[in-house]
């Protein structure tokens, strides 16, 4: 185990709606698995979050409902911390963007790298809003999407086909604040040079070659189109304004929200340490220390936020120490398990649809431990993954309560009715003895390797698979037979399965840690290490595999460890969760006789001659990839026969790229061509909506370049 300090980052949720469980899966759950076993094996950790409280979402927000952008935040924060807590997510601090610590770390740090230069500033026109007196934010601004032609985009992202998009991108774009229609508008900003860090930061990720596929591969998506500078300012009200005694003209303007909110992860650490009494201490975490040595910094985060991990804040970091050489330099990441997406009962969350399972609403109904165990087996580490409440119903019911429960219960009933409720000694053990000890003794090396490495299924599977043996251990010895003609091999099975259950008790502290705690309180064994057990108290991960109980311990009194879930309970899910999507449906008539979902409703009517000016061919893709600078979009190579053409569509959500590669599909081949996001589409690729708002590929039967008619 490496003794280098430890700090661990999750994606700081952002303070405008409560938590689900699609959230927990990504960067929250794993990191909290990952962060418990660090504790238990003895590491100096650290982790760190918040609540990510500026950006124009939040003011969209407050206005809509008629208040402040504080009484969003406030309300928000209070909410998350409290579904956090409520779900065992035991962060060492979890703070929030709006502090005055926070807000003096960030212009700190913005004023460095504007003293050395660090930033270039650039005039050019943005959208203004003439009759509200602002410059429009993207979330200020909706149009006509140009990729499926949604009347109410926003000038970040079509939330209809999920498409990312800039103001400029908009057809016939209008202002949320007011409805005018805006002018262009000249403003200064400080933008973070990107393109010339470029070098530095491709180095840097060579040496990252024990990172995801997936992550290494947008980030080299990225370097292959070429890094452009960003902005990190934006006219706004509410957020961290920008120093004023910085030089130019600084009304008005503040931070970006990702300048700020990594930012976020090390304001909270320095919180952190003052309230451990050494206002300094957060540098043990951050910073290369006089001795040469590193910590070591790792980010838990969604896919959609690689980019911003893995180059924005890097390049901060890097800028930073290039501003002040003389002072010692902040680490960059060490690793970025960025996590894909959870699906919910086949269908993405959608809380605008009201498919999604809230994380307060699941507390209420069910025991934290249970979620924590049906989500942590299911993670989505390499794919997208889905979560049904049957298989939920499944797992909790088939593994935590038929394997472990039923283990465990097994051996203290067994050491309560027929050992006086003691220990009993070992003596002269068979070959199966040994070998479940031996089993024993391995499991906390082989389960702390995959935790390690960040493959927390791998671990949590590791973990349920030796109380699996456990159980196949009891019916290899069949102590309730050799109770009456082999009382040493009974005790000695009673002895196993005890020492078993202990270190059980402990190798699961990670993933269910009420349902450990309350095992080795029915052993009558001591607490485990913890946040607030920092450094050697308590029992360790290692221990895990050693004999922890001595012969005569007197146990407690063993009870149903894990309560099974009943049909009604997961029936009730699924129609909480229907009524809300119903709910969320717009009106819409349907066909007299029919009861079903409804589709998209019915556009209005277009004349023949309407029509007729559309160019619809067959096309073959022939190449398939993700858009560099998009996180929404793919892009494909389209053969027509007569041509190749690139055409993007956001997509990406419902579609992995080469999934698509070969495919005959249908092109409105004449549509004019636009730029999105600096590469141009050349046309459209058709596809079908399901009730569910799943996309699926309209597919053609013909030759590249027929006519379909």
Same mark, same amino acid.
């Given at each position: 185990?490496?003794?280098?300090?430890? /700090?661990?980052?999750?994606?700081?949720?952002?303070?405008?709606?409560?938590?689900?469980?699609?959230?927990?899966?990504?960067?929250?759950?794993?990191?909290?698995?990952?962060? *418990?076993?660090? *504790?238990?094996?003895?590491?100096?950790?650290?982790?760190?979050?918040?609540?990510?409280? %500026?950006?124009?979402?939040?003011?969209?927000?407050?206005?809509?409902?008629?208040?402040?952008?504080?009484?969003?935040?406030?309300?928000? %924060?209070?909410?998350?911390?409290?579904?956090?807590?409520?779900?065992?997510?035991?962060?060492?601090?979890?703070?929030?963007?709006?502090?005055?610590? %926070?807000?003096?770390?960030?212009?700190?740090?913005?004023?460095?790298?504007?003293?050395?230069?660090?930033?270039?500033?650039?005039?050019?026109?943005?959208?203004?809003?003439?009759?509200?007196?602002?410059?429009?934010?993207?979330?200020?601004?909706?149009?006509?999407?140009?990729?499926?032609?949604?009347?109410?985009?926003?000038?970040?992202?079509?939330?209809?086909?999920?498409?990312?998009?800039?103001?400029?991108?908009?057809?016939?774009?209008?202002?949320?604040?007011?409805?005018?229609?805006?002018?262009?508008?000249?403003?200064?900003?400080?933008?973070?040079?990107?393109?010339?860090?470029?070098?530095?930061?491709?180095?840097?990720?060579?040496?990252?070659?024990?990172?995801?596929?997936?992550?290494?591969?947008?980030?080299?998506?990225?370097?292959?189109?070429?890094?452009?500078?960003?902005?990190?300012?934006?006219?706004?009200?509410?957020?961290?304004?920008?120093?004023?005694?910085?030089?130019?003209?600084?009304?008005?303007?503040?931070?970006?929200?990702?300048?700020?909110?990594?930012?976020?992860?090390?304001?909270?650490?320095?919180?952190?340490?003052?309230?451990?009494?050494?206002?300094?201490?957060?540098?043990?975490?951050?910073?290369?220390?006089?001795?040469?040595?590193?910590?070591?910094?790792?980010?838990?985060?969604?896919?959609?936020?690689?980019?911003?991990?893995?180059?924005?804040?890097?390049?901060?970091?890097?800028?930073?120490?290039?501003?002040?050489?003389?002072?010692?330099?902040?680490?960059?990441?060490?690793?970025?398990?960025?996590?894909?997406?959870?699906?919910?009962?086949?269908?993405?969350?959608?809380?605008?649809?009201?498919?999604?399972?809230?994380?307060?609403?699941?507390?209420?109904?069910?025991?934290?431990?249970? /979620?924590?165990?049906?989500?942590? &087996?299911?993670?989505?580490?390499?794919?997208?993954?889905?979560?049904?409440?049957?298989?939920?119903?499944?797992?909790?019911?088939?593994?935590?309560?038929?394997?472990?429960?039923?283990?465990?219960?097994?051996?203290?009933?067994?050491?309560?009715?027929?050992?006086?409720?003691?220990?009993?000694?070992?003596?002269?053990?068979?070959?199966?003895?040994?070998?479940?000890?031996?089993?024993?003794?391995?499991?906390?090396?082989?389960?702390?390797?995959?935790?390690?490495?960040?493959?927390?299924?791998?671990?949590?599977?590791?973990?349920?698979?030796?109380? *699996?043996?456990?159980?196949?251990?009891?019916?290899?010895?069949?102590?309730?037979?050799?109770?009456?003609?082999?009382?040493?091999?009974?005790?000695?099975?009673?002895?196993?399965?005890?020492?078993?259950?202990?270190?059980?008790?402990?190798?699961?502290?990670?993933?269910?840690?009420?349902?450990?705690?309350?095992?080795?309180?029915?052993?009558? /064994?001591?607490?485990?290490?913890?946040?607030?057990?920092?450094?050697?108290?308590?029992?360790?991960?290692?221990?895990?595999?050693?004999?922890? /109980?001595?012969?005569?311990?007197?146990?407690?009194?063993?009870?149903?460890?894990?309560?099974?879930?009943?049909?009604?309970?997961?029936?009730?899910? *699924?129609?909480?969760?229907?009524?809300?999507?119903?709910?969320?449906?717009?009106?819409?008539?349907?066909?007299?006789?029919?009861?079903?979902?409804?589709?998209?409703?019915?556009?209005?009517?277009?004349?023949?001659?309407?029509?007729?000016?559309?160019?619809?061919?067959?096309?073959?893709? &022939?190449?398939?990839?993700?858009?560099?600078?998009?996180?929404?979009?793919?892009?494909?190579?389209?053969?027509?026969?007569?041509?190749?053409?690139?055409?993007?569509?956001? &997509?990406?959500?419902?579609?992995?790229?080469?999934?698509?590669?070969?495919?005959?599909?249908?092109?409105?081949?004449?549509?004019?061509?636009?730029?999105?996001?600096?590469?141009?589409?050349?046309?459209?690729?058709?596809?079908?909506?399901?009730?569910?708002?799943?996309?699926?590929?309209?597919?053609?039967?013909?030759?590249?370049?027929?006519?379909?008619?």
């Amino acid at each position: 185990m490496p003794d280098r300090p430890l /700090l661990v980052t999750s994606a700081l949720p952002y303070a405008n709606g409560p938590l689900h469980l699609g959230h927990l899966a990504g960067a929250y759950l794993p990191a909290d698995l990952f962060v *418990r076993y660090q *504790r238990l094996a003895g590491r100096d950790v650290v982790w760190v979050c918040g609540s990510d409280e %500026h950006g124009a979402a939040i003011e969209v927000r407050a206005r809509r409902e008629g208040v402040t952008p504080q009484s969003i935040v406030d309300r928000y %924060h209070a909410e998350l911390a409290a579904a956090f807590d409520g779900f065992g997510i035991a962060f060492d601090v979890y703070g929030r963007t709006s502090s005055p610590t %926070h807000r003096e770390t960030s212009q700190d740090l913005f004023r460095s790298i504007e003293a050395a230069d660090g930033f270039v500033r650039k005039t050019t026109t943005q959208l203004y809003d003439p009759q509200a007196g602002l410059f429009l934010a993207d979330r200020f601004v909706q149009g006509t999407c140009p990729v499926c032609g949604y009347a109410d985009a926003y000038g970040d992202q079509c939330e209809n086909c999920g498409s990312t998009l800039s103001p400029d991108d908009l057809i016939e774009p209008r202002s949320t604040l007011s409805g005018a229609t805006p002018e262009r508008r000249e403003t200064t900003h400080w933008y973070l040079p990107l393109g010339d860090l470029q070098p530095d930061l491709e180095a840097w990720i060579a040496t990252k070659d024990d990172w995801k596929p997936n992550v290494l591969g947008q980030v080299r998506s990225w370097f292959q189109a070429g890094l452009a500078d960003r902005s990190m300012t934006r006219d706004l009200d509410w957020g961290i304004p920008v120093p004023p005694e910085v030089e130019g003209e600084t009304d008005g303007k503040v931070l970006y929200v990702w300048f700020d909110a990594p930012i976020g992860y090390l304001s909270a650490t320095k919180e952190w340490a003052q309230a451990q009494g050494d206002a300094e201490k957060w540098r043990r975490y951050w910073q290369v220390h006089p001795d040469g040595t590193a910590p070591e910094l790792v980010h838990f985060i969604g896919k959609d936020n690689i980019v911003f991990h893995c180059l924005t804040f890097p390049a901060i970091l890097m800028t930073a120490n290039a501003a002040q050489p003389e002072l010692p330099q902040f680490v960059l990441p060490a690793q970025v398990p960025a996590n894909e997406f959870l699906n919910l009962e086949g269908r993405k969350f959608s809380t605008s649809r009201g498919w999604a399972v809230w994380a307060h609403e699941a507390l209420d109904a069910f025991d934290a431990d249970l /979620l924590r165990y049906a989500l942590a &087996v299911g993670l989505p580490e390499t794919k997208d993954a889905d979560f049904t409440w049957a298989d939920f119903q499944n797992r909790v019911n088939g593994e935590l309560a038929d394997v472990v429960g039923n283990f465990a219960n097994r051996a203290l009933t067994f050491a309560a009715r027929f050992c006086e409720g003691e220990v009993p000694p070992l003596v002269d053990p068979s070959d199966a003895d040994r070998q479940m000890l031996d089993a024993l003794a391995s499991a906390p090396a082989a389960i702390g390797q995959a935790y390690q490495a960040v493959r927390l299924r791998e671990a949590v599977a590791l973990t349920v698979d030796l109380a *699996r043996k456990g159980n196949q251990y009891l019916q290899e010895t069949e102590p309730w037979k050799t109770r009456t003609t082999d009382e040493r091999a009974m005790r000695n099975s009673v002895h196993v399965a005890l020492q078993v259950t202990a270190g059980l008790s402990i190798l699961l502290e990670p993933v269910v840690p009420g349902i450990a705690g309350r095992m080795r309180e029915m052993l009558a /064994l001591g607490g485990v290490r913890s946040s607030e057990t920092a450094g050697t108290d308590g029992l360790g991960w290692d221990d895990a595999g050693t004999a922890l /109980l001595d012969a005569g311990h007197a146990i407690g009194e063993p009870g149903i460890l894990v309560e099974k879930i009943e049909d009604e309970a997961v029936e009730a899910q *699924r129609q909480l969760l229907t009524d809300r999507a119903a709910a969320a449906e717009p009106e819409t008539p349907e066909p007299e006789g029919e009861s079903h979902a409804p589709f998209a409703p019915l556009g209005g009517a277009i004349s023949f001659d309407q029509f007729t000016p559309l160019d619809l061919r067959v096309g073959r893709i &022939v190449a398939a990839d993700l858009h560099p600078k998009a996180d929404k979009l793919l892009r494909f190579d389209v053969d027509l026969g007569f041509e190749t053409r690139q055409i993007l569509s956001g &997509v990406r959500e419902w579609f992995a790229p080469e999934a698509l590669l070969g495919k005959c599909v249908v092109v409105v081949a004449n549509l004019a061509p636009r730029t999105i996001r600096g590469l141009e589409s050349q046309g459209m690729i058709l596809f079908a909506e399901d009730r569910d708002g799943t996309l699926r590929l309209v597919e053609a039967d013909g030759e590249p370049g027929a006519v379909v008619r």
